[in-house]
């Protein structure tokens, strides 16, 4: 566990999300495009219903299980889109 930590930080991450963590990890929100007209242009906004990711979050730390429901909401500076991911 030492050795572990020592050597960095570890994130375990699904096969299907490995790419996506790949890239957060690379880049951060910066690669995030949009996905009606492709610009990088994108700002991260809180959603509304924050309340409840706020829950999802603590039950995902009481009951150690991967949090798989929340995703981050952004909207588009150029086109208005907004899209979650
Ligand atoms: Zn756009």
């Given at each position: 566990m030492n050795e572990a930590m020592g050597s960095g930080i570890k994130i375990f991450v699904n096969e299907d999300d490995a790419e996506r963590a790949f890239q957060i990890i690379k880049g951060g929100d910066r690669s995030v495009h949009c996905p009606?007209?492709?610009?990088?242009?994108v700002k991260q906004t809180i959603s509304k219903n924050w309340y409840q990711k706020a829950g999802v979050l603590l039950l995902a730390l009481i009951t150690a299980n991967?949090?798989?429901d929340i995703r981050s909401s952004y909207s588009c500076n150029d086109c208005g889109k907004k899209f979650v991911i």
């Open positions: 009606k007209c492709n610009s990088l242009n991967p949090i798989g």
